[in-house]
């Protein structure tokens, strides 16, 4: 997550003791067809990554194709795709590359290879449901993601956005002694790992009220605990993306941008920098004691709820239309 970046500085001086070439994800012909399977994603290149989903009942209403955020992977939607189901929404998530159980574990794989399986998972997902409404909801680093492609020439063709708590903490929000400790480490030190929980003892930062949650993350060995430096490079170039898309984007899709007025992990100016720059464009909703696992906090249930009715609303189904908080 990008509360790595803050946690960073305390231990950038033990970073820069060692050096060494950084190791990126290779890079693999393209030539596929992207498809589904039941368990993966096939995308262009081949590569095989692993998908949860959670179908709804005959004929969905909609796809929904989640991105999980930074560390984390797909089983991040197992709570909100189950009660998306029983809304008739099916939910497909994969684990992108170098999280969860997928190839090139902890290497990044850079935001075109990311924003490419977003591709390549919504042309899968109209494949498999022709006809059906298909959504992309990105959350933290898959907000970035997803908004980042947004700008692109040929951008996923889909029926709205949902955008929750984006990583949009860009370079020119960070303070500068944060840019210097990032750019020195990255290029002397790239291989570094450091633990998500480095600097606890430093700066606390609360993702979610939601305890029982982040306990059981902490257990699930599919979540990443810690990060190579070369890893929290790329992420912060995809939140600089992230960060300037919205002037950008031409004629998008519906978006839905959610965020929690307790996010400790994105800074509130990035999120209100966003929402100014997408302006009408974007519908905004903020939950007063939301964190930033808004899909997992204890009021998760709600907000789920709150994305179901907006996604049914733009299929013509049942849902009532959601006003602006």
Known sequence: MPRTVRKFVAVSLCVLLAACAG???????????????????????????????????????????????????????????????????????????????????????GSDAMRADLDDAVAAAKAKYPGVPVFALGESMGGAVLLSALAQRDRPPLDGVIL?????????????????????AAHLAPNLILSNSAASHVVT?????????????GRDPLFQKQTRVAALFGLVNLMDEARTAPDGIIAPPPILLLTGNK????????????????????????YADGYHMLLRDLEGPAVNKDVADWVLARTGAEGPAMQPK
Request: charged content about 15%.
């Open 263 to 286: 996010d400790q992990v994105i800074p509130r100016d990035a999120t209100e920098g966003v929402i100014a720059a997408l302006g009408p464009r974007a519908l905004v909703h903020h």
């Open 205 to 217: 930062i609360v993702p979610s009220d939601n305890v029982p949650m982040l306990r059981a993350l």
């Open 23 to 109: 190791t990126q994800a290779p890079v693999r012909p393209v030539g596929e067809t992207p498809r589904l399977t039941d368990s993966v994603l096939i995308a262009r290149d081949g590569l095989a990554l692993p998908l949860r989903h959670w179908d709804a009942q005959g004929k969905p209403r909609a796809i929904i194709v989640a991105l999980h955020g930074m560390s984390d992977y797909s089983n991040a939607f197992d709570g909100a795709g189950k009660q998306w189901a029983a809304s008739g929404i099916t939910t497909l998530a994969f684990d992108q590359r170098g999280f969860g159980a997928g190839p090139n574990t902890g290497l990044w794989a």
């Open 164 to 184: 929750v708590a984006p990583a949009v903490w860009s370079r020119p929000d960070m303070p500068v002694s944060y840019r210097v400790a990032l750019f020195l």
